[in-house]
Each structure stands twice: as structure tokens, then as C-alpha cells.
């Protein structure tokens, strides 16, 4: 069993490690300590910030390791620089960084061979590692979206997303109840999915897929910009001080940039790039809202022929390439229908991959929450400043993609690959 879980556990680490490998490699050396943007990080930083991630928790307190090195800690401390500020900071250069990462890992597969997985809740069914991957993985996201805000020649590359399958438009209703929100037994979720809890939740519709860029266009078209009546207060400060008259990336010509090319906007895939407030306005021009995270998450995993909740729209199953658009397979979110496979039992839609769909919702602690293991992970985030985000994008990887999995950022970011799926609630008599 520990044998079992100890090789799975390498896999994964290995899968995150040649994604960030594939990530820094792509650019050169004049490339990876610039800042593309001033929201993001140079992607040397990023690189040796896993690596240090890594050396903290499973060298030097799993495995009980002397330091590697001791005396960067402070430069990639992510709390002690803001982002902008990193560029200024005497950071490893590119082949330090390499080398620095490649030392952690060495001694951390042989930490893995050699642990016990039991008696200590940080490393219990491999908790520690499991952490350790999915913060590889969600920075490997955020070097995706400085790739995608970086200036130049296309870099990456990946096949087309799978195209529609299936008609999918409309709502559904998801009938009122009791669920069992967040979890208590998956093996690696995060602090912030814990505790499972019940949540009454009243009927509600919720759009079967998320919003497409041809629904946003018209959107656009109809003044939706520029029309105060649809934007929220700090939405709409936000919208004039910045001067947002569409989605990031895209030109106001019918064509986006994308990962250094120039292409039409897709008409069916999801609209991608946009903040909180944009997408609350769009609800509000569309005449619904967007879901809380409650109302997501049951959507996404209430089975109403058993009342149980699953890990995942589709089921328990781990992720297939026929679930979801998930992992960087594909460099951009998939048209809509075309993960049949990947719908809930209510018939929702890519609820998973593709785009992060805002909520509704500000970024709280679940009912007993309890920070583990360290308070800066998710609890210093919590209050009205962040807004959650569910189901990962084109560019989560499946290790860090849950029905429960929880993401949160400020209403004004857009640089993620976040999106829109709308819920409403039902007319007097429309439930019986
Ligand atoms: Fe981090």
C-alpha cells in the first residue's frame, strides 16, 4: 500500500517537474529573469521559488535534512516581495536555478524512499509531497499566464483542444437541499476544502456550459462597457480608471493574442481573461448572476439518484483527457460540448478545465476550519478582498483540480485564465 502510494507520489512529482522544465526551458536566459509584467514574477524566481517550497518542507522538515540554502530563504519568501519588487532582488541566476531545484529533488526522492507516510499528520498518505506537487503545479500555471502576457515569438506549442460533440446550451435546475460540501477524506486536499460540511442550498438554474466569446461579444456590441447600469460600484471605478473595453488579450477587432498568436476569437469556446467585476456586469446585462461557490460546487458534485457528493462532476474517477480540458494538453480552452463525458449527472458541462468560473463568493474558512500547515497557504486570505474561483482552466493540472478545489484572486485580475458560468434563481412557479 505505502509502496504503492510512495511511487504514485514520485510519479507526480516527476510529471510537475518536467512541466516546469518544459515551462523555463521554452524561453532563453534574457527571457527568464525579465519581468514580463509587473502582476508577475520572472520566471527564474518562480523556478527557484518551487525548488525552495520544496527544500523547506521535505528536506529540511519531512525529511530532516540539513539546509541546501539556508541563506535564500528570505528572497523567495513570497509574502516578504511582492511581486514587482522580485525583479530587484539578488535572485539564483537561470543556471543556479537549475542546479538549486535538481539538488532539492535529488534528496527528496531518496526522503521519499525512505519516510514513513504515518504518524505525523503532515505526512500522513503522503500529505507533504502531495502539497509539494500541486504548489509545483500552481506555479506552473502562473509561468503559463507569464507566458501568455510575455511580448515575442511564439514559444509553446500543444494540438487543438477536441471540438464540440454535443449541443450544449440552456440551463438546468438543481433542485433545493442539503449537500455535503468540501471533504474530509480526499488524500491531498488543501486546508481551505477541509472540512466536509452540509449546506442547505434553495433550487437554483445554472447554465449548462460557460459563457462562449460569441455571448460576450455581443455583450461588447450592445455597449455593455460602457453602460454604468450593469457594473457594480468598485466595478465600474475599476472599469474606467483602467480603461477595460474587453477582454484581456483581445484586440477589438475580432481577434486575440494568445501565447504569441494572432488569431480570430473563437465563437464557441469559452471567454477567457476576464476579471470579477466583468463578469458580474455580463450577468447582470444577461439578467442572472453568477453562482455562489456553494451553488457551484453542487452543481458540480451532488449526485440527486444517490445524495452523495463525488469527487468530480463525472464521477470518483480521477480525470481523463475525455473528462476535461486539463494540464496544458492544449494551449487554450476547448469549444463548448466538447467533453460529453466530463458533464455531471444534471447535465452540466465543463465545470471542470477550460476556465476558472468566478463565484459569487468571498474567500472564507469552511464551518471548523483549521490551518494546515502553515496560516499563509490559504487563511491570510480570507475575508471580502478575494473572490473564490472554481474548476481550474486549460492550464491546472489535474493534481490541483478537485470538485472541491478552491482558488482566489481579486476581483480585478484577468491575467488568469478565468471565465463566466451563470446560475439564476427560478421564477415564482417555475419550481414545484
Ligand atoms: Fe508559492
Known amino acids: 500500500m505505502t509502496t504503492d502510494l510512495r511511487a504514485r507520489t514520485a510519479v507526480e512529482l516527476l510529471r510537475a517537474r518536467r512541466r516546469s522544465i518544459a515551462l523555463t526551458d521554452a524561453v532563453d536566459d534574457g527571457d527568464l529573469v525579465r519581468q514580463h509584467s509587473p502582476l508577475m514574477s520572472p520566471l527564474v524566481w518562480d523556478l527557484a521559488h518551487i525548488g525552495n517550497q520544496e527544500e523547506l518542507w521535505l528536506v ?18 513570497a509574502f516578504k516581495h511582492p511581486r514587482a519588487d522580485r525583479p530587484s532582488l539578488p535572485l539564483l541566476g537561470p543556471r543556479e536555478a537549475r542546479s538549486y531545484v535538481g539538488t532539492v529533488r535529488d534528496k527528496v526522492l531518496d526522503i521519499l524512499d525512505t519516510v514513513p507516510l504515518e504518524g505525523r499528520r503532515l505526512v500522513e498518505q503522503g500529505f507533504a509531497f502531495g502539497m509539494i506537487v500541486q504548489h509545483e503545479q500552481q506555479h506552473c500555471e502562473t509561468m503559463l499566464a507569464t507566458h501568455q502576457l510575455r511580448a515575442g515569438e511564439a514559444v509553446l506549442t500543444a494540438p487543438s483542444p477536441p471540438s464540440a460533440q454535443a449541443g450544449v446550451y440552456g440551463e438546468v435546475l438543481v433542485p433545493g437541499g442539503p449537500f455535503t460540501m468540501g471533504t474530509s477524506t480526499e488524500r491531498w486536499a488543501l486546508d481551505n476544502e477541509r472540512p466536509a460540511h452540509t449546506v442547505d442550498v434553495p433550487a437554483f438554474f445554472i447554465e449548462t456550459a460557460p459563457v462562449t466569446n460569441a455571448r460576450f461579444a455581443e455583450f461588447i456590441d450592445d455597449g455593455g462597457y460602457l453602460d454604468r447600469r450593469w457594473w457594480s460600484e468598485p466595478g465600474w471605478r475599476h472599469r474606467v480608471e483602467a480603461g477595460l473595453e474587453g477582454p484581456m488579450h483581445w484586440h477589438g477587432d475580432g481577434t486575440r493574442t494568445h501565447f504569441g498568436h494572432r488569431a480570430p476569437v473563437e465563437p464557441d469556446a469559452p471567454v477567457v481573461h476576464v476579471g470579477y467585476h466583468e463578469a458580474d456586469a455580463f450577468a447582470r446585462w444577461s439578467r442572472k448572476r453568477l453562482p455562489t461557490e456553494a451553488e457551484w460546487e453542487k452543481a458540480a458534485r451532488f449526485d440527486p439518484v444517490s445524495g452523495r457528493s463525488r469527487r468530480y462532476p463525472w464521477g470518483d474517477a480521477d480525470p481523463g483527457e475525455a473528462h476535461a480540458n486539463l494540464g496544458q494538453r492544449h494551449l487554450r480552452p476547448a469549444p463548448v ?11 452540466v458541462h465543463q465545470l471542470i478545465g477550460d476556465v476558472w468560473e468566478w463565484t459569487a463568493t468571498d474567500f472564507a474558512g469552511y464551518p471548523g476550519f483549521v490551518a494546515f500547515p502553515y496560516r499563509e497557504y490559504s487563511e491570510v486570505f480570507f475575508g471580502p478582498t478575494y473572490k473564490v474561483l472554481r474548476g481550474g482552466s486549460f492550464g491546472t493540472d489535474a493534481s490541483a ?31 414545484g
Open 401 to 431: 483540480c478537485r470538485g472541491t478545489f478552491r482558488n482566489w484572486d481579486l476581483p480585478i485580475r484577468r491575467q488568469i485564465f478565468s471565465g463566466i458560468r451563470l446560475a439564476r434563481d427560478p421564477r415564482p412557479g417555475e419550481v
Open 337 to 347: 460540448g466538447a467533453y460529453p463525458d466530463g458533464a455531471s449527472p444534471l447535465g
Open 60 to 77: 529540511r522538515d519531512v525529511g530532516g535534512r540539513d539546509p541546501v540554502r539556508v541563506d535564500i530563504d528570505r528572497f523567495y519568501d
